[in-house]
């Protein structure tokens, strides 16, 4: 984000108004925050979407993490004009000619995912989820002892319905960013993370159709190579038509004029 | 004694090809005495890394000891503390030492940084790890046949920001960061407590040169007058600005080397790289 504040500070003129979307607050998410130049500028002003809690609200989730005695920045004191705005799963909003969805992904302590839609193309957005035949994340902490836990029927129901959800966020989408964090080995030892597999996330693209599939939010271990080889595993086993490829920083997704 | 550096960069991590040779980590130190004691001054996020190093040791079986100085609780200086396998294994033991602060104890300050807002953990009670908390004071305290001194040397709006001197025998190594020297009782403080040290370890963000808002930080050319004042024989600068690459790196060192060998200084200067591995 630190990098991403200095490129758009240097557009003649810089952007007036950006529009943030955060799916979940934990730290890998907003760390990037105080970093970023365009919120110490006064003519900025800054529209930050997050998830809707009961315990806290987004505002005093990112003050409480920028002040004292965790860093020395208070909101108040910021020269861009900030308004948060708590959002929930299955909320519909236009941001100009942005089309937003937002809806909730199997995270513990709940996270968001967004689909962004203009006319000439779609982006799917959902870093962070574990699949959706075991684990339900909630509110509450998730204990792992080891040993698979017995879903209830209620767990297994609403489990099957954020799968629903998640797919009909990313039906027929141009791009999906999706949580690739685990090797299945991973996912066996540590289920109660809320991450998922490169073979799950392309089961979700081919169940809702989407065309591209990037893994994200990589492993801290996973080196350049080891990527490689899990986008060529994929690649090798997914239904025709969807394309696979990882993230990498500085990526740009651009829609080639014959596909529209 | 030896000393590891595992997180060099102040502020922020910074990753890129251009930030690869002197590393993108925020700021962790690792201090091994003779006698196998394991210091780690402040967990950044290089501690992510030095943490995946000691799970190849006993600390993979649950049998290992850690002891934590932290400085203060900026993001730079504790946010790797949670990733490390180690830190999720019973057994081990981490001894934590660093500032209470006016909102809470420095326990509850890491309660906050994993609470579910912001950590999957939920909360300091599900650290596998056995843990204590050590309000640190000057009064000087062993671990093993190591000495460690701690000096609270700048004052922050709702703590004290400590700098730490590790001793074996005659040898020491001395780490201060994100001071400001605002006058002569601080600066000399800081004289007496890094005297003699082998190695000064020095926040350096900015030079005097470069115009920057005031962060709360000194200047590389106030580290190393400090380290000639004290007569340290090596300082290595600390907490690099994310700004710099490694190129600009070297001139910056390559630049205040040249300026020592005009004026006859003997001290030997360099900029704090990750992996760099010293004996003491």
Same mark, same amino acid.
């Given at each position: ?15 007036? !108004? ?14 990037? $925050? ?9 003519? *900025?002003?800054?529209?930050?979407? @997050? ?6 609200? =987004? ?20 020269? /861009? ?8 799963? @299955? ?10 969805r937002?809806a ?9 995912a967004?689909r962004l839609e203009?006319?000439?193309a779609s982006l799917v957005f959902i870093?962070?989820?574990? %699949? ?26 609403? &489990?099957?319905?954020?799968r629903e959800r998640i797919i009909d966020l990313a039906r027929d989408a141009d791009w999906m960013l999706y949580?690739?964090? $685990? ?6 030892? $540590? ?6 597999? %490169?073979?799950q996330a392309r089961e979700i693209a081919e169940a809702a159709g989407v065309r591209e599939l990037l ?19 994929q690649?090798?086993v997914a239904r025709p038509g969807l394309r696979v490829h ?6 740009? &997704?651009?829609k080639?004029?014959?596909e529209? | ?18 930030? =690869? ?5 925020? *700021?962790?130190?690792?201090? *091994?005495? !003779? /006698? ?26 649950? !049998?290992?000891?850690?002891? &934590? ?13 949670? $990733? ?29 940084? &994993? ?12 650290? @596998? ?25 700048? !004052?922050?709006?709702?703590? %004290? ?68 004042? /004290? ?6 600068? +600390?907490?690099?600005? %994310? ?12 630049? +205040? ?24």
């Amino acid at each position: 984000m630190r990098h991403l504040g200095d490129a758009l500070s240097a557009e003649a003129p810089p952007p007036a !108004q950006i529009d943030l979307l955060i799916t979940h607050t934990h730290w890998d998410h907003i760390i990037g $925050f105080p970093f970023f130049a365009p919120i110490y500028q006064p003519e *900025c002003s800054l529209e930050i979407y @997050g998830l809707r809690r009961t315990q806290s609200s =987004l505002r005093a989730t990112i003050a409480n993490a920028l002040s004292d005695p965790l860093l020395p920045v208070a909101l108040e004191d910021l020269r /861009a004009t900030l308004r948060f705005h708590e959002i929930h799963e @299955g909320l519909c909003f236009e941001l100009g000619p942005v089309r937003v969805r937002a809806a909730r992904a199997n995270h513990p302590y709940r996270a968001l995912a967004y689909r962004l839609e203009t006319d000439e193309a779609s982006l799917v957005f959902i870093p962070d989820t574990g %699949p959706f035949h075991t684990v339900l994340f909630g509110d509450e902490r998730v204990d792992w002892t080891g040993e698979p836990q017995q879903s209830s029927h209620d767990e297994l129901r609403e &489990l099957a319905e954020m799968r629903e959800r998640i797919i009909d966020l990313a039906r027929d989408a141009d791009w999906m960013l999706y949580d690739s964090q $685990f090797t299945d080995e991973q996912y066996a030892r $540590f289920p109660h993370w809320g991450h998922s597999t %490169p073979s799950q996330a392309r089961e979700i693209a081919e169940a809702a159709g989407v065309r591209e599939l990037l893994l994200f939010h990589h492993d801290p271990h996973r080196a350049d190579d080891e990527i490689d080889q899990l986008v060529a595993a994929q690649r090798a086993v997914a239904r025709p038509g969807l394309r696979v490829h990882a993230a990498y920083e500085g990526m740009l &997704l651009r829609k080639q004029k014959d596909e529209r | 004694m030896k000393l590891q550096f595992w997180g060099v960069r102040g502020y922020v991590t910074t990753p890129g090809a251009e930030y =690869l040779r002197y590393g993108g980590n925020t *700021c962790c130190v690792l201090v *091994c005495g !003779q /006698a196998g004691e394991l210091l780690v001054i402040d967990t950044g996020t290089g501690f992510c890394q030095l943490g995946d190093s000691l799970l190849q040791r006993e600390f993979r079986h649950g !049998q290992g000891e850690l002891t &934590l100085l932290i400085t203060h609780t900026y993001w730079d200086h504790i946010l790797g503390l949670p $990733f490390p396998g180690l830190v999720h294994t019973p057994g081990n033991r981490l001894q934590i030492y660093g500032p209470d602060n006016t909102r809470g104890s420095l326990e509850l300050t890491y309660d906050g940084i &994993l609470s579910p807002v912001y950590s999957p953990v939920y909360g300091l009670a599900h650290i @596998g790890a056995t843990h204590s908390f050590q309000p640190v004071s000057t009064e000087p305290f062993q671990v093993g046949q190591l000495t460690v001194r701690a000096l609270p040397l700048s !004052q922050r709006k709702h703590s %004290p920001i400590w700098a730490y001197r590790v001793e074996e025998g005659d040898r020491a190594v001395v780490y201060i960061t994100d001071v400001r020297y605002i006058d002569d009782q601080i600066w000399n403080k800081a004289v007496g407590f890094a005297s003699g040290a082998q190695i000064l370890i020095h926040s350096a963000p900015y030079t005097r040169d470069e115009h920057v808002e005031d962060y709360g930080h000194s200047r590389v050319e106030d580290a190393i007058e400090l380290a000639i004042e /004290a007569q340290v024989e090596r300082l290595f600068l +600390y907490h690099h600005a %994310p700004t710099r690459t490694d190129d600009q790196l070297d001139a910056l060192v390559a630049r +205040y080397r040249a300026e020592l060998a005009s004026t006859g200084h003997a001290l030997v200067l360099d900029a704090a790289a990750e992996g760099l591995l010293l004996d003491v």
